[in-house]
């Protein structure tokens, strides 16, 4: 089984829009998915119209004493299951700091998924926390999404410090991508010019800024599975291809 978590420390960048878009190209082209939302906010769950089990404790499944897959839902589509969130998983720090290995223990906890799916797709919430850690230490590849703004720049080059100092022996693939981008601004223009020098990891895949994007909210439902055809679904199809090619 292969692990992607969409991650970025900055918020509101497209980490979700993405995970939820990839989760479902992975899902057509036949791999056995999984998408868990670690996310208390449940934007995935929302997209996907899955609302969390009321039995769910984000305490009790971040200690290991719910098994994750009891909890698993299936969405409205082939190969594609989902973890819904709940805003109890807001707790889930507390249970990693006591935890007896306070880094591994999402590692720990995705194991038995192995046998049931191909592909495990984290949306992680916004941040650099004891979570944030645990799903940069479970994962084979960390795709981030980048916002071309000199303050998305400096985020990035927060992380890419951190990885190196605290991943520095077990090192995922780091699989930026420029996200949310207005090609008619000078600025964002210019900067994804700088990223891809300094960064030579990011993915040529580019997504733009589209309504139809937002839309997604209205529709609940992957922009690829509903409209297809529009640039921006085709950029997470040519994304999804790039992601899975590099993995
Ligand atoms: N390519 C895009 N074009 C236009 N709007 C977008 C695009 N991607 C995401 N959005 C919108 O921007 C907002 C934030 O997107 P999204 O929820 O995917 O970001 P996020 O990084 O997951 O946020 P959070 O850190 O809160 O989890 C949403 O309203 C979403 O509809
Ligand atoms: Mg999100």
Redesign the pocket.
Known sequence: MNTVAAY?IK???????FAVNFAYACAQLGRRTLLLDL?P?G?SSFYFRIRPPEKLKGRKLMAGKQPLLDFVRESDYPNLDILPAKLSFRHFDHVLAEANKPLAQLRQLLKPLAETYDLAVVDA??NLNLLSENILHATDAIVS?VVPTPLSANTLGQLTEFLEEHLAERTPEFLPFF??VESRKRLHRDTMCDLRAQYPAFLRTI?????D??R??LSRSPLLATRPSTP?AKAFAQLASEILRAL
């Open positions: 970025s918020g509101g960048v497209g980490k979700t829009a996310d906010q934007a919430p916004p999404p996200s949310m997504i733009p800024y589209s309504t994007v937002e997604m909210g921006a």
